[in-house]
């Protein structure tokens, strides 16, 4: 897998990992200088349907953090009426893939039987604008 995978993430640039430490002391998405550029502007996500994915044996998110985040973008939906009528799929929905690590998720041996089924059918269910009247 190193091999195969090296070629396609290329050279990491040392400024990431610097922005990558000052999210970790944040505790959550900050820009590069530690700047709350995100949370302030989080109720514009809360509009686009967004699937989280979550395995245990990530070892880079905790269960805590992605609930917390998937409860955020839900409340944020509700404040600003993103709401969709009865029998729509959720706007905002957790998917819990056990035995991948975490690059598993999405190149792993087994992730088109575990992932892609739940990627495709999160996209089927809002290939169309149409789906969201509050964007028109």
Known sequence: ????????????????????????????????????????????????????????LSGVFEKEQVDRDLKMMKDLAVTHDYVLPMGHPPLHKLVVVDGHEHLDTVIGKTAYLDVFPEVLDHYAAWESMESRPWSK
């Open 1 to 56: 897998t190193i091999e195969r995978i090296l070629p396609d993430l290329g050279n990491m640039d040392m400024n990431l990992m610097k922005h990558v430490v000052e999210c970790v002391k944040a505790g959550h998405a900050v820009d590069a200088t530690g700047g709350e550029a995100y949370y302030p502007n989080a109720h514009l996500l809360a509009q686009i349907p967004i699937m989280f994915l979550f395995s245990k």
